[in-house]
Each structure stands twice: as C-alpha cells, then as structure tokens.
C-alpha cells in the first residue's frame, strides 16, 4: 500500500451479497474513483481539471506480465523479455507449438526426473537433487508459509521430495511451494524475494538461470 491511503481498503458485504471496497485518502481536495474494467484491470482515475475529464492515474496491470499466470506452471515471465515468457532452467514447453505462436498458458516441464522421484528399482547414481536462486523474483502463487527460521527454510524443503521451492522475505518468512510454480515473474531491479527452485543434479552449476525457447 502507498503511505497516501490512511486506513487501507475496507471490503463490505451487504445483506444481497453485494461486495463493496472504500478507502480513506489523505488529499480530498479532487474526485478520485475506482473502476473495474472488462478485461480485468483496476483502474484509477481522478477527475483532471485541466482535461475536464477522468484522467487513468494507476492501473494493477502494468504490463502482461501482470495477467495471472500468462506463462502458464513452471514458466517465468519478464515485462522488457523477447518473448516475455520463458522456461525455469530445467524444464522446457509442454507444448512447443503453441509456446512458438505465443501461446504460453500450457507453461513448461521437466526435462529430467528430479532424484528422489525416482522409483527405488532405479539404480540411482548418488547424484542428488539441489536448488537454483532466482533472485528478484514475484514468488509464485499458492505459498504455504513455515513456522521456521530463515536458516532452516531450505533445509527443510530439501529434506522433503514434495517440496519444489522455497524463499523466505523479511516481514512475511518462509513459504515453500509443493504444487506447479505458477504466476512467476522475474524483476529488473532488487525488488522482489529470492526464489530457490528444486532441479536435478544435471542442472546445478549451469550460468542460466532461466532457459530461452
């Protein structure tokens, strides 16, 4: 939340079910509204005295990037990217068709059996698993915070086959992920969580982080 709103948004349901948002704002002295538009978009606007119209001030989708998981589970995308979406390091398009025409929702998948997926009938070679960082990252969607410490987050997602990637961010603390990594979005400066994703051990030690289709 901007420091300009006081008391933050207050969601209200009525007796018909009708759901409505108000907010404080610290300047009243213009007309300010929000509206939904069709494509989903919150849109900002404040009366302009100078066009003598509603004036677009802020919208919540800065760029494609922002639509709910355009990259489709596994896929990362990047608002200045050509193309904006790609694959995690170690995965790559479910279908290659559809991600060449721009068609991303399909999202990605693994190359390569993580280790301790593996059946116990399959030798294994002693390699295991470990964790890529993608750093200045929007976590994914369908976190499951850990009453853990920032120190043991990983150790504990390592130590659990199911658990696919962790972060821990100052504020909110350890979030581990166990279903498909969806929603990811990869940002230009250090804003954002570092994101530590499970791979096979035939993925550690490679400079990408993210692999271009």
Same mark, same amino acid.
């Given at each position: 939340?901007d420091?300009?709103y ?5 969601l209200?349901?009525d007796?018909?079910?009708l759901?409505?948002?108000t907010f ?7 007309l300010?509204?929000?509206?939904l ?5 919150i849109?900002q606007?404040?009366?302009?005295d100078?066009?003598g +119209?509603?004036?677009? &001030?802020?919208s %919540?989708?800065?760029?494609? /990037?922002?639509? *709910?998981?355009?990259c489709g589970?596994? !896929?990362?995308?990047?608002?200045h ?6 694959c ?15 068609n ?5 998948t693994r190359?390569?059996m ?11 070679d002693?390699k295991?698993?470990?964790f890529?960082?993608?750093p ?14 920032? +120190?043991?987050?990983? &150790?504990?997602? %390592?130590?659990?086959?199911s /658990?696919?990637? *962790?972060?821990?961010?100052?504020g909110? !603390? ?17 804003d ?14 490679k400079t ?5 289709f």
């Open positions: 939340m420091p300009v006081l008391n933050g948004f207050n209200v349901t007796d018909t079910g759901v409505s948002a404080t704002y610290s300047n009243d002295s213009g300010l509204y929000l509206e538009s069709s494509s989903g978009s849109l606007k404040v009366l302009s100078r066009k +119209d509603w004036e677009v &001030t802020w %919540s989708q800065g760029s494609q /990037c922002d639509v *709910y998981g355009i589970p596994f !896929g990362s995308c990047k608002p990217g050509s193309p904006i979406c790609t995690l390091q170690g995965f790559e398009p479910r279908d290659k068709v559809e991600w060449e025409g721009g991303w929702t399909s999202g990605c190359r390569a993580l280790q301790c997926e593996r059946n116990n009938s399959v030798r294994s002693g295991q698993d470990g890529l960082k993608l200045n990252t929007k976590v994914p969607d369908l976190a499951e915070w850990v009453a853990t410490s920032e +120190d043991e987050c990983g &150790t504990q997602c %390592s130590n659990n086959c /658990c696919l990637a *962790y972060a821990s961010y100052p909110i !603390g350890c979030m581990h992920w166990t279903g498909s990594l969806i929603d990811i979005q990869q940002f230009p400066s250090s954002g969580a570092d994101l530590y994703i499970r791979v096979p051990y035939s993925e550690l030690g990408l982080l993210i692999t271009m």
